[in-house]
């Protein structure tokens, strides 16, 4: 059975996604931070019939990200597809003249060594595969700094430069790198599918080659 590990499970974005995997087969790895949540999450998934395990873990803290990921592969089976989605501090979302090297570093810990420290724990397996894919989500300042959000203005710009070369390295072994940029809060977007047609949207993102990035809504000034 295949596996997806999202790093960042919440009660939003990661269910509907655990969601629209399960429907396809797939056993879910939820990660975050706090294990009582993610029990629940995991409870709700498998009453509805889906295979889904809890694995507390800090992106912070290398080493817990990586042992998560290491039991969610010896549970559940090796993991086929990666979501790098946990949701930055407020504390990063500060204007760029009260930012400090300090938390600049803890963002750029937050988003883009997490992101080599979860692709480093799981790539090995997809490789021997052939097969598997690995899905940024990531907000507007991704692709255009905003100084009041400053934190992630360095951090995502680091943590897409990373996957956009994973995504030219990889494309010719079965792997897929992808990053669906989002800009702003999925309820305030107003889509007509909400957040199940988000997690559609990621679905074909691990099922269909493409390119690195998709836009889920044309960006505009002032959105994250």
């Known amino acids: ?40 999450m995991a409870a709700e998934l498998t009453a509805a019939g889906f295979t889904a395990s809890g694995y507390a873990a800090d992106v912070l803290t290398p080493a817990s990200l990586e042992g998560a ?11 086929t597809a990666l979501q790098y989605s ?35 724990a799981v790539l090995p397996a997809m490789r021997q595969a052939g097969r598997g894919s690995i899905v940024l989500i990531n907000g507007g ?16 710009p680091a943590e897409s430069g990373y996957g956009e070369m994973l995504h030219d390295a990889l494309e010719g072994e079965g792997i897929r790198v992808s990053q669906l940029v989002i800009p702003g809060g999925i309820p305030q977007l107003q889509l007509a599918n909400g957040i199940d047609g988000v997690a559609d949207r990621i679905w074909g993102l691990h099922a269909v080659a493409g390119p690195f990035r998709t836009m889920l809504i044309p960006l505009e ?3 994250e």
Not at 141 to 156: E, I, L, P, Q
């Open 141 to 156: 300042t991704s692709v255009k700094a905003r100084a009041d959000f400053a934190g992630t203005s360095v951090a995502f």
């Open 1 to 40: 059975m295949p596996v997806i590990a999202i790093v960042g499970a919440g009660p939003g974005l990661g269910a509907a996604v655990a969601r629209r995997f399960g429907r396809e087969g797939f056993s879910v790895a939820l990660i975050s931070r706090n294990q009582s949540k993610l029990d629940a």
């Open 86 to 120: 946990p949701l930055p501090s407020r504390d990063y979302l500060k204007p760029v003249l009260e930012m400090t090297p300090e938390l600049a570093l803890e963002a750029l810990r937050f988003s883009a060594l997490g992101l080599i420290h979860a692709v480093r």
């Open 69 to 79: 990921l290491a039991r969610a592969a010896a549970e559940l089976g090796p993991i």
């Open 221 to 223: 000034d002032g959105r």
